[in-house]
């Protein structure tokens, strides 16, 4: 297997490596580096703060204060985990699959994917059913990638993380369905901003199609885990999981469904099940198997009552944020946030800081901090564009920040 998928990497190489290392911008010269284009990019995304953010944001179950509850970062370094493992056994380039694992989910919004629908409320406006989504965390991820997250240069200046377009790729196309006729990579290159809906395209390498099914991988088990660690589950859930596995395997006992096991076992099916020709796929009972116990997930843990108690204090929270930030805007025109927010200093403080960052607020101010390297990304002028920048804001919040800021905006 693992020459097979060699032998179709090196086939390729020379027709989409070039494609797969190029950067927007060229990167800041050191002279002495040892790494390869795509080690770069993963400790580029290491030290980025957005990723340093995901172990206070949530994975499923909202601001955890149990230290032993999974939380996004610790959901991150699963995907890494299992994505190298995959690449390492199919011979394909663990670096760039650790690189798109590292990052994918870095513009992911507090309080998980709940989160994510509030924002994305903010942004519609009235338009048809099926029109796309104006906020998902694929393309927000990219979206951070590309514009918010800086490192300093050997000069002290803020600079883009520039990634290559393996992983750039690969973090917008991590999302999508298992299929059961095996995922493949598409053949050709495109701007990854015209895509308008997750899932719509397969990534362009094999890398990118390890971590769209390790993002998979690494959740079902682990969901199941905590919840049996804040008993959501009841006795009648574990005889479905018994069932779930007497179904698709056809015994009921023998097969432990918890996170190690249920990761070994998945990843020995996918690697011992794909191929070139076939694509990355698992058997057809795994296959099952996952489809089940997807539907378990949502119907004992995400659609459980306190989950979704909790979902009207976190929309309260982001709309009370939301609603408090745009009424600064003719203040932000005029340079006067720290005016209009001055009952919220914490607030005040960090959203100017941002728009300092961001926008043309107060460039005197950008040039001091060494801030104007980097791309003006929001239009202060408009309000349309004012309003992308307050939902970026919010955005890059944990879920202990963006509670902090409500309770400062909502205390006398």
Known sequence: MKDAFLAVRCSQDNGIWAQCICREHSLYNRNNDIRSEFE?????????????????????????????????????THVVSVATTIAKYLGLNDQLASAIALGHDIGHAPFGHFGEVCL???????????????????????FFADYIETLQDPDGYARNLDLTYAVRDGIICHC???????????????????MKRAGS???????????????????LGRDIEDARRYHILDMGA??????????????????????????????VDLCNQSSPEAGLRFSPEYFRFITELK???????????????????????????????MKTFPFA???????????FPVLSTTFESWLVKYTSYDLERKAFLKLDRIQTVFDIQSEESYQKCI??????????FAISIYEEIISF
């Open 40 to 76: 770069r990019d993963y400790t580029r995304l290491l030290h980025c703060e957005a990723f340093r953010r995901l172990k206070h944001k949530t994975q499923v179950f909202f601001a955890p204060k149990n230290d032993h509850v999974c939380t996004r970062m610790e959901h991150v």
């Open 120 to 142: 994305n409320g903010m942004l519609e406006q009235k338009k048809g059913q099926n029109a796309p989504k104006k906020f998902w965390h694929e393309r927000n991820s990219l």
């Open 176 to 194: 999508g369905e298992v299929d059961e006729d095996g995922i493949r990579p598409r053949e050709k290159p495109v701007d990854l901003y015209r």
């Open 201 to 219: 395209m397969q990534p362009y390498t094999w890398e990118g199609c390890v971590v769209k099914l390790s993002d998979k991988i690494a959740y």
């Open 238 to 267: 574990y005889r479905q999981l018994r069932e779930i596995v007497a179904s698709c395997f056809g015994f009921t006992t023998g097969k432990t469904v918890n996170t190690t096991v249920l990761i070994n076992d998945l990843i």
């Open 295 to 325: 539907k378990f997930n949502y119907a004992n843990i995400y659609s459980h009552w306190r989950l979704q108690e909790f979902q009207h204090y976190a929309s309260n929270i982001i709309s009370t944020i939301y609603h408090t930030l």
């Open 333 to 343: 025109r005029t340079g006067k946030i720290s005016f209009s927010l001055k009952q």
């Open 391 to 400: 939902i970026e804001f919010i955005s890059g919040m944990t879920d202990q």
